[in-house]
């Protein structure tokens, strides 16, 4: 099984700075694909950033510029890095991992732009 923790959510003002950590632990062998998506109260799921292991990464549009999403290997985890936040981009975010065949998701971490 794999666990996926994740942390950094909170509070933060328009304009301000967040950042996101998930770590994989459990019978990892090689992560394909580290990835973060969100949902906003009454709007689906959506993708907000992925990196695979040769450092592609992906954005959606309404984060370009202002997010950027790494990863350590070495630790299994991977971070967004959310500067300029709006009050938009309130919703929980669930870290999402791929190995193999297999997807795994995080409990979710909120994180709430507001003045």
């Known amino acids: 099984q794999v666990q996926l923790v994740e942390s950094g959510g909170g509070l933060v003002q328009p304009g301000g700075s967040l950042r996101l950590s998930c770590a994989a632990s459990g019978s990892i062998f090689s992560i394909s694909r580290m990835g973060w998506y969100r949902q906003a109260p009454g709007k689906e799921r959506e993708l907000v950033a992925f990196?695979?292991?040769?450092?592609?990464?992906n954005y959606a549009d309404s984060v370009k510029g202002r997010f950027t999403i790494s990863r350590d290997n070495a630790k299994n985890t991977v971070y967004l890095q959310m500067n300029s936040l709006k009050p938009e981009d309130t919703a929980v975010y669930y870290c999402?991992?791929?190995?193999?065949?297999?997807?795994?998701w995080g409990q979710g971490t909120q994180v709430t732009v507001s003045s």
């Open positions: 999402n991992v791929r190995i193999g065949h297999n997807v795994y």
């Open positions: 990196i695979l292991s040769g450092a592609y990464t």
